[in-house]
């Protein structure tokens, strides 16, 4: 499985295990670490908290962390929370994430972007499928919040008996910001698509 990682960075949660080469060297309080390793079975919450500014650090030491992610298998993403998820994404194979952090500076980058292979949009008490998507960190210490672009449906069968293919479209959008589309094939008025998914669609959270 490999080494064992849980810890929480600017309020996303990553428990999971990890292969590859990571190496640590120091100099009086200063310590880099530098690292290429494979994530895999890890499950990585985007709690909403990482809309709050972290907690200053008093460390003794300093570190300047240099690493580059690959997604393995088994790697899954939740948003706000794994228990009551409005999402939740399985990573495709092969996706890269490079975190660099100075401690010293309190600055940080996380750059990358991650393609789904399926996972599940839970919204106003219906679940769609995602068939594609993409989340795209593009975050440092003062702006974070990831993008999303996700293609979902769900099937359902309208008052006639006939099928509908309920689209769920969001298209670039940043999660503090989680307004998708919805269509439908055939299309449908915006009066039929509320009686379709139910009247809480029509307010609230979801």
């Given at each position: ?30 310590y880099?670490?530098?690292g ?6 890890c ?14 650090s008093d ?30 994404a ?19 980058n ?5 393609d ?7 919204y ?29 449906e769900m ?21 503090s ?10 299309a449908l008025?915006?009066a ?5 998914l ?6 609230g959270?979801p």
């Open positions: 499985k490999g080494t064992r990682i849980t810890e929480t960075f600017y309020g996303i949660d990553v428990d999971g295990y990890a292969n590859g080469h990571i190496s640590v060297s120091g100099s009086n309080r200063t880099w670490v530098e290429d390793v494979v994530v895999n079975n499950i990585i919450n985007m709690s909403k908290d990482f809309y709050d500014e972290p907690e200053e460390d003794f030491y300093e570190f300047i962390v240099d690493m580059k992610l690959q997604s393995g298998t088994g790697v899954e993403f939740f948003w706000p929370t794994q228990k009551f998820p409005v999402l939740r399985y990573a495709d194979r092969n996706q890269i994430v490079t975190i660099n952090f100075d401690s010293s500076t309190e600055t940080f996380i750059d990358g972007n991650v789904f292979k399926g996972g599940d949009i839970f106003f008490s219906n679940n769609f499928f995602i068939r594609n998507g993409q989340l795209f960190f593009h975050e440092n210490q003062d702006k974070f919040d990831p993008r999303i672009t996700v293609n979902a099937r359902t069968i309208n008052r006639n008996n006939e099928k509908v293919r309920v689209l769920f479209i969001l298209d670039n959008s940043p999660l910001n989680f307004q998708p589309r919805i269509e439908s094939v055939p008025t915006q039929e698509l509320y009686e379709l139910g009247d809480t669609i029509m307010g959270d």
